[in-house]
């Protein structure tokens, strides 16, 4: 089958318009890197070291602990949920897992000066809930749309594209 009768790729755009496009993101990119290491140098050895370590320190964490917590919590869950759901259910975990992560610092009001009410100064465990259901949401949705299309196949032999 030649490339042309291929009905299963996803064409490039490479006009006018997308090559502009990509020319603004680098320069606006290159921009913003500028600017924060300009800012970062002119902060001081000190704090540049400290950058260093949070960001090796962030590293460490991710992959001696995050990565493996996750690949073993989801070969678990993945024994336990159906078939259908078990796509869904990884993405909404690992979606909520990083979100997680990145709020622990609100979440555990850690910085919260008692002089300075506009430090921390919302509920951050609320959203965190709001967040929370918003995934479990979107997980069930997608696990019924899975699961529909499963049955669909079954009785029919047709099946609607994947999400």
Same mark, same amino acid.
């Given at each position: &089958? +030649? =490339?042309?009768?291929? %009905? =299963?790729t996803?064409? %490039?755009?490479t006009?006018?318009?997308?090559?502009?496009?990509? /020319? @603004?993101?680098?320069?606006? *990119? +290159?921009?913003v890197?500028?600017?924060?290491?300009?800012? &970062?140098?002119? +902060?001081?050895?000190s704090?540049? /070291?400290?950058?260093?370590?949070?960001? $090796? *320190?962030? @590293?460490?964490v991710? !992959?001696?602990i995050? $990565?493996?917590v996750?690949? #073993?919590? &989801?070969?678990v869950?993945?024994r336990?949920?159906?078939?259908?759901?078990?796509?869904?259910? %990884?993405v909404?975990?690992v @979606?909520? *897992?990083t979100v997680t992560? +990145?709020? /622990?610092?609100?979440?555990g009001r850690?910085g919260?000066?008692?002089d300075?009410? %506009?430090?921390? =100064?919302?509920?951050?465990?609320?959203?965190?809930? #709001?967040l929370?259901a918003?995934?479990a949401?979107?997980v069930? $949705?997608?696990?019924?749309?899975?699961?529909? !299309?499963v049955?669909?196949?079954?009785q $029919?032999?047709?099946?609607?594209?994947?999400i």
């Open positions: &089958m +030649s =490339d042309h009768a291929r %009905t =299963d996803v064409p %490039t755009s006009g006018r318009g997308m090559t502009a496009a990509r /020319i @603004v993101l680098l320069a606006a *990119g +290159s921009i890197a500028g600017v924060g290491l300009w800012t &970062m140098v002119q +902060s001081g050895f704090n540049i /070291i400290a950058a260093l370590k949070w960001l $090796v *320190g962030g @590293v460490i991710h !992959d001696a995050l $990565v493996p996750t690949i #073993v919590l &989801m070969l869950v993945s336990l949920l159906p078939s259908w759901l078990r796509a869904p259910a %990884t909404g975990l @979606v909520l *897992g992560v +990145s709020a /622990i610092p609100v979440l850690f919260a000066i008692p300075n009410p %506009t430090l921390l =100064d919302r509920n951050y465990l609320a959203g965190w809930l #709001v929370a918003l995934v949401v979107a069930a $949705v997608a696990g019924w749309r899975r699961r529909s !299309d049955h669909e196949t079954r $029919v032999g047709s099946r609607r594209p994947p």
